[in-house]
């Protein structure tokens, strides 16, 4: 999830000119930055769940894009379902037992695979588990903002999570472990 930001940062050296010497801080745009998951429920439907208004910033190095870094966090009650009684279900002792934890990930490598992609490779920390994760990452888009009139850049990016990996495995196989991950954000420079 969190891998997406080392992305942007990675991305943002594909469009950048070489006199960049330092990494520049980006922040999350909280509105226009969500993390979707998805999974199979006992062969008859995919169920769609989202996070949004997370926070997190990217330092970003245009010269050296390896040398760039993201850090990602949100609450896991801020989980979206869709449906009242599945959030609190997720919430019960099922799953994340009540707690108000706070979801992290921090990139530890970024290895860029094309003009405007990279893998980020990261520590994601979920139901005080923590566990490498890799994002396939992409840049959409990166420049001046037309209505903010500052620099701005727009990822997505996607991983597989295993539930068990973090203690989360209530019903696996039958509701699948595997959770599959959509990350899509948009960051904006630091003033």
């Not at 990217?58 to 599945?86: H, L």
Request: charged share 20%.
């Amino acid at each position: 999830m969190k891998h997406l930001m080392t992305a942007s940062a990675l991305a943002f050296s594909t469009l950048a000119t070489a006199a960049v010497a330092a990494p520049e801080p980006y922040v999350l745009d909280p509105s226009h930055s969500q993390i979707l998951f998805s999974y199979d429920h006992l062969g008859y439907s995919t169920t769609w769940g989202m996070f949004s208004g997370f926070e997190g910033e990217i330092q970003f190095d245009q010269e050296d894009p390896a040398a760039s870094s993201v850090t990602v966090s949100f609450p896991v009650s801020s989980m979206f379902t869709g449906w009242e009684g599945r959030f609190e279900h997720f919430m019960g002792d099922d799953f994340f037992g009540g707690a108000d934890e706070t979801v992290t990930f921090t990139s530890t490598s970024i290895e860029v695979t094309g003009e405007d992609t990279a893998l980020i490779t990261g520590d994601l920390t979920l139901n005080g588990v923590t566990q490498e994760v890799v994002l396939d990452a992409r840049l959409n888009q990166a420049g001046d903002h037309p209505m903010e009139g500052r620099a701005w850049a727009g990822f997505d990016a996607t991983t597989t999570l295993l539930r068990s990996d973090y203690g989360l495995d209530l019903f696996a196989p039958f509701v699948s472990d595997e959770v599959e991950v959509q990350v899509s954000i948009e960051a904006m420079r630091a003033e």
